[in-house]
């Protein structure tokens, strides 16, 4: 597939269209969305259906399982990730494209924009009786752009099988009582030079084991792996990248 993309500015010029609306004019635009699905290439219009589909089965599932709001909503970011992570790569998504925000903008603004709407509401500027969208999770911030972040969270936790494919089931049992701040300390806490999907896939891995360990905790490994990953090289340790990430985990003797 061929990705499209779209810059901050061009999102944002878009962004300040939909935040002059008033309410009612809004949630007509999104309830009838049919102009964006003729602007798109055929490519994308049915990528558009399968994401839709994904997204609303998604809610079906999470709608069977109790728990508080803030649970609800992570199981939402990870049952939704692994569809649209497998929908996504099945198109030729991989991690050069994944890289690149204003490929996620442009399916964010242009091909599904309902979905992040959705997942994060809109409020009400109390003042201009306008609405204020969630900019920072459609294009502003790199680390929050939606569907960036949850596949992100997705590929850098990913269980692999004994013949290295991805281990959906399995990695979705390991993550299963994470959280939706798990999702933000993975993806904002990029190296240097990026991720360490090696080192990353098996801190993951470790911190799941202990379910005793909180978000907290996780916070200060991937703080600790981050400064010590700028001095040496996690495979030549002692033990290779296990048992690097061993080593972080007894420095805070967890």
Wanted: one cysteine or more; charged letters at 35%; proline letters at 2%.
């Amino acid at each position: 597939m061929k990705w499209k993309i779209m810059n901050k500015r061009e999102a944002s010029k878009i962004a300040e269209q939909w935040e002059s609306m008033r309410p009612k004019k809004f949630d007509e635009m999104m309830e009838n969305l049919q102009s964006f699905s003729d602007e798109l290439t055929e490519e994308y219009r049915d990528l558009r259906r399968g994401i839709l589909e994904d997204w609303e089965r998604t809610k079906e599932d999470v709608r069977g399982i109790s728990g508080e709001e803030k649970r609800q909503k992570y199981l939402t970011d990870l049952l939704f990730a692994l569809r649209l992570y497998e929908r996504l790569k099945n198109c030729g998504m991989d991690i050069r494209y994944a890289s690149y925000d204003d490929v996620w903008i442009y399916l964010q603004m242009k091909v599904v924009p309902e979905i992040v709407i959705q997942r994060y509401g809109v409020v009400l500027d109390a003042e201009s009786g306008t609405v204020i969208l969630p900019l920072d999770h459609m294009f502003k911030k790199s680390a929050r752009i939606y569907m960036k972040a949850i596949w992100w969270y997705l590929f850098l936790s990913f269980r692999t099988d004994e013949d290295g494919r991805e281990d959906y089931p399995a990695t979705q049992k390991m993550l299963w009582y994470r959280t939706t701040d798990t999702i933000l300390q993975m993806v904002e806490r990029a190296g240097r030079e990026g991720y360490r999907v090696d080192v990353s896939r098996e801190l993951m891995k470790v911190f799941c084991q202990h379910q005793e360990l909180g978000d907290n905790d996780f916070r200060k490994l991937l703080i600790l792996n981050t400064a010590r990953a700028q001095v040496m090289e996690p495979a030549l340790c002692d033990g290779g990248i296990s048992g690097y990430v061993k080593e972080l985990f007894d420095y805070f003797e967890f």
